[in-house]
């Protein structure tokens, strides 16, 4: 799973289709090229302190790595905004809000 770094990125991702997906939300991107899926996270000083949000990124990006080798497709982008309430949720749940968020992505786009 590669990882998005350049802000053009997640800016041109943002532009994209979005799902909600209860302590996040998904934003997408088909870049159009059969490369593998990237991910981003978004953790803004909204959610918490220097430790809280190292900890949602950590689980964000786990729950990613549980999900995107089933449910990703080749040539998108996907970034996770998080919110607060990713610290506190289950696992499980996150990774089950993801699933839904990117199926819920994918079947509009076709």
């Known amino acids: 799973m590669q990882r998005l770094k350049r802000?053009?990125?997640?800016?041109?991702?943002?532009?994209?289709?979005?799902?909600?997906?209860?302590?996040?939300?998904?934003?997408?991107?088909?870049?159009?090229?059969?490369?593998?899926?990237r991910i981003g996270l978004t953790v803004t000083k909204k959610t918490g302190n220097a430790v809280e949000r190292n900890r949602i990124r950590r689980r964000l990006r786990e729950a990613a790595k549980n999900v995107m080798s089933a449910a990703g497709k080749p040539g998108f982008d996907y970034v996770l905004v998080a919110r607060r309430e990713a610290l506190g949720a289950p696992f499980a749940?996150?990774?089950?809000?993801?699933?839904?968020?990117?199926k819920k992505v994918h079947d509009r786009s076709g």
């Open 93 to 102: 749940a996150l990774v089950k809000d993801l699933e839904r968020a990117l």
């Open 7 to 37: 802000r053009a990125d997640f800016l041109a991702a943002r532009d994209g289709k979005r799902a909600p997906a209860g302590a996040f939300f998904v934003q997408v991107r088909n870049r159009h090229d059969a490369a593998e899926p």
